[in-house]
Structures are given as structure tokens and as C-alpha cells.
């Protein structure tokens, strides 16, 4: 019984001076996010033809607010907001007539390589949402909003200079569903016949950085 009281004073003894784990952590970030479109069947406005819908690439901003599962995961929220336009194109015609705020909203599980109070942390997250898109008038108009579901991926890494504050900088993708194309037939002899879809995906790529509060 000694025995092991002493092992368990040196081992406590052997534990980092000052580590502290934590349950929740929130961020902010700002960057910048490239994005594209997808093709679509000829329309006309005004007289003009076009077969392409892309959101322009622009700044964005958003946070996110996370609970530490342990000293490695985390599972929380994410809300981003892209500032862009409505760009149609086709045709040999291309305009920017429509304001747009592209907005992605993810539950997500991410993993930090590293013990909890290591100064710097590489992440790795994924998450599952939704893309919403909120447009202005065209030609007095109005247009309908649009919400579609998406994913996103990331990584980066955080840094601590200090106990409780930190800064973030992360790569992060988002693909959203928009739509399918049937290009063929799927049949089976049970359960018969069935129309196959080509599925079409608007991304998202964002560069961003931004502060981290954990507690």
C-alpha cells in the first residue's frame, strides 16, 4: 500500500506544471472565400440568353462556438457569411445585377493534434448544414431565397500565446448541393428501373483567420 501511495505522489509529481484543460472554446474569423457556380438550361432575361449562375468570389467573416470534448476534440457550430453578387453568364453575355449573401450553417467534430496545452495546435474539422442564399431584385423582381444541403471541410492550425487566448488559421471547404442532371438508366431485375442523376455542387473555398477564446 505504500508502494503505491509513493508511485502516485511521483507521478503527480511528473505531471506538466500549470496544465489546464478546457470545456469551451469560441472564435471569430475573417478572409476571404473563392467561389463558383453551376450550369444550367438557357434562360432569357431582357431579351438575353444565359446557361451559368455563379455566386463571385468575396470577403467573409463568421465564428464559431465549440465544447472540448477532451484534450484532443471538439464538437460544435459554425455560421459564416459571404459577401457576393449574382453573376449570370452565357451566350457571349455576362452581368452582376443581383447583390447576394451566401450564408453556410454546420454542426461540426474536429480533432487538434496536440495535447490540450500545447502552444500550437494543427486541426482538422468536418461538418454537415446547410447553404443559404439571399439575393436582392432583378430588373424589380424579387428572386427566391435558396437554402441547400452542404458540407464543409477544414483544417489549419491554432496558436496560444496566451493561457486563454489564441489565434486560428484555417483552409476550409464547402460543397452545397444545388441540383441533379439525368444521364442515364440504372435497372435491376428485382426492383426494376430507375432514372441515374449527375449531381451538381457549388464550392465554397475559404482562406481565414481570426481569435479563439477557450474557458
Known sequence: MKRVAVFLVLLLAASPVGAQYYNFEVGVQGGYTFSEGVETETFLIG???????????????????????????????????????????????????????VNSYHGYAGYNFGFGEAKVQPIFFFGLGATQYLSGDLNGQEIDDETRFSTTWGGGVKVFPDEHIGLKFIGQWTPTYIKSDADGWWCDPYWGCFVTGDADYSHQFQMAGGLLYRF
Open 47 to 101: 431579351g438575353e440568353a444565359f446557361d451559368e449562375v455563379d455566386p463571385t468570389s468575396g470577403a467573409s467573416y463568421g465564428f464559431n462556438f465549440a465544447y472540448l470534448v477532451n484534450r484532443f476534440g471538439e464538437i460544435g457550430f459554425m455560421m459564416s457569411q459571404q459577401q457576393s453578387n449574382l453573376q449570370l453568364s452565357g451566350v457571349g453575355n455576362e452581368r452582376e445585377p443581383v447583390g447576394l449573401d
